[in-house]
Each structure stands twice: as structure tokens, then as C-alpha cells.
């Protein structure tokens, strides 16, 4: 997934988008570990995707708290 689909989702979506990255990792582990995982590179994939969208909410929230004490 792109950065920039990443940043055209809302707050909302990205939550979702989160914790549906982390249920597919979770499983990809799973199946990693019982030998029924075929592309073991979908394991990075996820976490640097996971990583994507918590940045990108780090960032929106973290603008967020500075318009906030700004004005």
C-alpha cells in the first residue's frame, strides 16, 4: 500500500486500516510458524504498511496538538 492511499483515508479508516493489518499479521505469523505461509516476505510487507499508517497518525495528531496551542 502507497503512502499517499494511506494519506487520503480519514482518522477512522486508519484505525480500521490498523487493526486490520495487525489481524493479518497476526495470521501470516501463524501460518509462518506452521509451515502453510508461502510468501514469507508478506510478513515485512505488513509491518512496514502498519508502520506506514501509525506515522501517518502520529503526524495528524501530533499537527493536530499544535494548531491547538497555537490558536
Known amino acids: 500500500m502507497k503512502t499517499s ?6 482518522d477512522e479508516e486508519l484505525k ?8 493479518k499479521l497476526w495470521k ?7 509451515n502453510q505461509l508461502d510468501d514469507t516476505a ?11 499508517v501509525k506515522t501517518i497518525r502520529t503526524e495528524r495528531s501530533s499537527a ?6 497555537d490558536g
Open 28 to 34: 501470516a505469523r501463524f501460518d509462518n510458524h506452521t
Open 16 to 23: 480500521n486500516l490498523e487493526t486490520d493489518l495487525a489481524r
Open 42 to 52: 508478506s510478513i515485512v510487507q505488513i509491518r512496514r504498511d502498519i508502520a506506514r
Open 64 to 69: 493536530a496538538s499544535s494548531e491547538a496551542t
Open 5 to 10: 492511499e494511506i494519506r487520503e483515508l480519514n
